[in-house]
């Protein structure tokens, strides 16, 4: 039995890893903190509440005396950090906040950490969940991004998960702190909030609007299926070597006004009664984004050589079980467009 402490739990990638480790390792305890910000949601948690090794726990990573006592009443071995800002627009308008959670919290937490010693015999890990956004932008002809490729972070968005980085590699070289470190390419599936591209994408086709497209469209992300994500993470926590860092991608390089096609493709097959069919009549290219970054790729050599892992799911299949989701699931979507307005 490990008891965990899941900071950002309540979230897009944390809640799946939550439901992912509650489903997998049921004598494990499971202790989320999440502040509950626009992105937090405790409907991501449904089901989970009714187990005895589950604890929901509202808090802010940067209020050091919770995240301590935190540490200390729950016995905490283990910290999975998902908690952050995490949108490159929101941090254009508003980048304080991302330093604020990104920087400081991270740090906060790492503190706390730093001065816990579980009583059991387990040493536990701190694994922090981080993206590939660090690296900054690839050409066309780059070779994809390695965990030895130079930090040129180019947002405020990815100059604090940046910075939150080079926080958890110095605690592990000064303090000797089993720190983990993983740096994904974009997730998708069930849990995200809709100002991201997919689920803003799938909910605008179920309600006739426009589908924004920045640019020319040509830009190419690596997309990672979320199950696949937690499936890494797990063997990262289980099996990686504290100080070392580990990139997670999914091999699939698609640009954006491709995989803005294929999702209206799937819209018009599987979602009845559409307002605009075909969706792609939505399609609408608006004024790039400041600092947009060409292209992002992941080499993961390293994570299938070292811990084994592979991702299994391709681009086609999990948008096939995310748009189903989201057509199963409107109850949760539509009263978070509000909030996205």
């Known amino acids: 039995m490990t008891n965990i402490l899941v900071t950002g739990g309540a ?16 004598s494990d305890r499971l202790v989320v903190l999440d502040a509950l910000t626009y992105a937090g949601n405790l409907a991501n948690l449904a089901g989970l ?11 802010d990573i940067c209020n050091q005396l919770l995240v301590t ?3 200390k009443t729950e016995n905490i071995e283990t910290i999975a950090h998902f908690a952050a800002e995490s949108h490159v627009d929101r941090s254009i308008l508003q980048p304080g906040a991302f ?13 706390a950490f730093r001065h816990h010693r579980p009583t059991s015999n387990n040493p536990g890990v701190f ?37 939150s ?41 179920l309600l006739g609007k426009n589908l924004p497209v920045y640019g020319d469209g040509q830009n190419i992300r690596d997309w990672l299926y979320v199950g696949d994500h937690c499936r890494a993470l797990d063997a990262v926590i289980h099996k990686g070597t504290p100080g070392e860092t580990y990139n997670i991608g999914g091999n699939n390089e698609v640009k954006n006004i491709d995989l803005v096609n294929l999702i209206c493709d799937l819209m018009d097959e599987l979602a009845p009664d559409l307002p605009v069919t075909p969706a792609k009549k939505l399609i609408t ?10 292209r992002y790729s992941i080499n993961a050599t390293k994570i299938t050589k070292e811990l084994g892992w592979t991702p299994s799911v391709t681009v086609v299949e999990g948008l096939r079980q995310t748009v189903a989701w989201y057509l199963n699931h409107q109850d949760w979507w539509e009263p978070l467009l509000s909030v996205n307005s």
């Open 127 to 163: 694994l922090h969940v981080s993206t590939d956004e660090v690296y900054g932008s690839l050409s066309p002809t780059d070779p994809p991004f390695s965990e030895t490729t130079p930090y040129a972070p180019n947002s405020p968005y990815s100059a604090s998960k940046a910075g």
């Open 69 to 71: 006592e935190i540490l």
């Open 11 to 26: 979230g897009f990638i944390g809640s799946n890893f939550v439901h992912y480790w509650a489903e997998k390792y049921k």
């Open 49 to 59: 509440s009714e187990k005895g090794n589950f604890h929901f726990i509202k808090g």
């Open 99 to 111: 330093i604020q959670t990104n920087v400081i919290g991270t740090f906060t937490l790492l503190e």
């Open 285 to 294: 290219f608006v004024q790039d984004r400041a600092g947009h970054d060409r």
């Open 165 to 205: 980085d080079h926080l958890v590699r110095a605690y592990h070289h000064t303090y000797g702190l089993p720190t983990l470190i993983t740096n994904c390419s974009n997730n998708y599936g069930a849990y995200q909030f809709p100002e991201k591209l997919i689920p803003l994408i799938l909910t605008n086709i």
